[in-house]
DNA sequence: AGAACCAGTTTGTAATGTAAACCTAAAAAA
DNA sequence: TTTTTTAGGTTTACATTACAAACTGGTTCT
């Protein structure tokens, strides 16, 4: 596929920033505490939530909702096998898309202009 | 910045899939033809033509609206000086977060999980 | 004249992301 | 003991977004 054409096609469930913030930070972890979570991506507890629900739709995630000794309430996180694919799969397409487009840019001098000179 | 927040943080007008499209190809090129862009990037007419107006709002992109011969309408796009840096910008962001990512997991052994171990 | 086409724009709508309000229970203060 | 505050999230409300479908104004074909 032309790299502009997948680049605009991009999946938009882990591209989105919030989210492909949280998919990375788990895909390093075993698994995470919602608290540490928000610590590392910065978010609201919010936006946190109502992203890890629908990560967790899904299927990306797995979302564990429990109490500390009965009492405090805790929720962890796991990545999935399914989302640890996604998310490096998304940064190699990431990074093989823009490798593309520079070496495409390297050799037409830059000077692309209508669709009679697309090849 | 810890690299999930800026991540986290990433400016969506330029991140969102067909912008990222549309601007890394008009970094390419001096001039690009309305029809030559949706051929690059497989977007319908009408959301080019709105996601253009956003960019050019934000002065990202200048758009031009002329006629051919007086007759057939034509649409040329250019992006700006500002459009390039910010595009540019985009592209170091990303991979530098996802090198600052890859060495720090390296580190520590993908074994992350609390609040109390964030260093 | 009418039909079909071209090059886009506008409109309608469903989905999205976010902040703010809310909830439940525990700990602290009065 | 009652009240207040804190902790750990969830839910709600709303404004924004992105997209597809319908539309517009002109042109060429028949």
């Not at 596929?1 to 390093?28: C, F, G, N, Q, W």
């Not at 979302?63 to 309430?73: A, G, L, Q, S, T």
Request: proline share 3%; glycine share 4%.
């Amino acid at each position: 596929m032309l790299p502009y054409k997948e680049l605009a096609r991009l999946d938009k469930l882990v591209h989105e920033p919030a989210r492909l913030a949280i998919l990375t930070a788990l895909s390093a972890c075993t698994l995470a505490e919602f608290l540490f979570l928000q610590e590392l991506t910065g978010l609201t507890k919010g936006n946190l939530s109502s992203h890890l629900a629908k990560l967790e739709k899904a299927e990306l995630i797995v979302i564990d909702k429990h109490f500390i000794r009965k009492k405090i309430p805790q929720t962890t996180v796991r990545i999935t096998d399914e989302g640890r694919a996604a998310v490096d799969r998304h940064w190699k397409q990431l990074a093989s898309i823009h490798r593309a487009i520079q070496r495409q840019g390297a050799h037409n001098e830059n000077h692309i202009v209508s669709r009679t000179t697309l090849t």
